[in-house]
């Protein structure tokens, strides 16, 4: 069974460019998450979807991310403009429901933004 | 709110000897769950192990388990007979109420294991 994939693996950018991230979750997993870990922190949720639709986007900074994730299956999360302080690696993870199930992650996105 | 300390930022232990890495956590919520996962330079994490807050007995998966302390609130996980291959951050982790499987994560704890 195929993981989580998502591309591209690694980015540099200057501040105020924009930047997008895309991840294919595990056929059948109607649950998708976008996590953002900076540094010398652990991941911090940004966004969930269920299915194609938003469950939680409480911590997502509206004014400058975005996230969609159209037909339920793959989902973008695009920075524009982009900060010094976005410099992180990005996780998706996804799981077969949004309930008690596990979440399986990818290898992540490492953003530099300089 | 939900939150998750793990006080140990490095720990290293000798090859084929155990460790505990530290997890406490605050919640209000009686029902809640608790993970570890671990995080190799490579970037994924992967799934260790999984305790539930009305689970009587501690979890074990292989060579992990979980120390379980309800009252005290803690989590610890415990690697048996470690390997060179153990050697990665590793995260505590709990589940925030509200159904919608959101994680709650810690700082994490970068564990060295030498030869």
């Known amino acids: 069974e195929a993981g989580v994939a998502q591309s591209p693996r690694y980015k540099i950018i200057e501040k105020r460019q924009s930047v997008a991230f895309w991840c294919n979750p595990i056929?059948?997993?109607?649950?998708l998450y976008w996590y953002q870990q900076i540094l010398g922190q652990g991941p911090k949720l940004l966004i969930q979807?269920?299915?194609?639709?938003?469950?939680?986007d409480s911590q997502l900074p509206k004014d400058r991310f975005s996230a969609e994730r159209l037909k339920g299956v793959d989902s973008t999360l695009k920075i524009q403009p982009a900060k010094l302080e976005d410099s992180a690696v990005y996780l998706c993870?996804?799981?077969?429901?949004?309930?008690?199930?596990?979440?399986?992650f990818g290898p992540g996105t490492r953003l530099t933004v300089t | 709110a939900q939150k998750i300390t793990q006080t140990q930022p490095g720990m290293f232990v000798q090859e084929k000897e155990a460790v505990t890495l530290d997890c406490t956590y605050d919640?209000?919520?009686?029902?809640?769950?608790l993970f570890w996962y671990k995080q190799p330079s490579s970037g994924e994490m992967i799934f260790l192990i999984y305790?539930?807050?009305?689970?009587?007995q501690n979890a074990t998966e292989g060579r992990y388990s979980l120390n379980f302390q309800k009252a005290r609130k803690s989590a610890n996980l415990v690697i048996s007979a470690s390997q060179l291959g153990d050697s990665a951050m590793y995260f505590c982790?709990?589940?925030?109420?509200?159904?919608?499987?959101?994680?709650?994560f810690g700082a994490g704890t970068r564990l060295a294991v030498h030869p």
């Open positions: 919640t209000s919520d009686p029902s809640y769950g």
């Open positions: 979807f269920q299915n194609n639709g938003v469950v939680d």
């Open positions: 056929s059948g997993h109607a649950t």
């Open positions: 305790q539930g807050s009305y689970d009587q």
């Open positions: 993870a996804s799981s077969l429901s949004g309930g008690y199930s596990e979440q399986y």
């Open positions: 982790a709990m589940r925030a109420p509200g159904g919608y499987n959101k994680l709650i």
